[in-house]
């Protein structure tokens, strides 16, 4: 069992900066794949980032290619989300996941556990 607490969201300027974190409770937290989601207003969530549990594979969505940047401390439990040059489409309630491999890292039904999300705003 994993649970999963997101901190760090908040009022950001378009252009700015923001680091999200997801602390996880549970022992095998170390060999799960850490995913980040993220859900806009009437829109479907969709798949923002995701490292294996050793950080050697990593993936990103296209919209945040060269902007955003994933991250794992396993002796910390934690897994981080550093968030550049946002812009105000980067708007949405971000959510932490988890599941036991990499494979189809994008795919939402594949993940086993979720945080209860962390809303980022970026205004224009």
Do not use: H
Not at 83 to 98: F, G, I, Q, R
Not at 106 to 122: E, K, M, P, R, S
């Amino acid at each position: 069992q994993v649970q999963l607490v997101e901190s760090g969201g908040g009022l950001v300027q378009a252009g700015g900066s923001l680091r999200v974190a997801c602390a996880a409770s549970g022992r095998t937290f170390v060999r799960y794949t850490m995913g980040w989601f993220r859900q806009a207003p009437g829109k479907e969530r969709e798949f923002v980032a995701a490292i294996s549990w050793r950080g050697d594979s990593i993936s990103y969505a296209d919209s945040v290619k060269g902007r955003f940047t994933i991250s794992r401390d396993n002796a910390k439990n934690t897994v981080y989300l550093q968030m550049n040059s946002l812009k105000p489409e980067d708007t949405a309630v971000y959510y932490c996941t988890a599941k036991p491999n990499f494979g189809g890292a994008d795919l939402y039904a594949l993940y086993d556990y979720w945080g209860q999300g962390t809303q980022v705003i970026v205004s224009s």
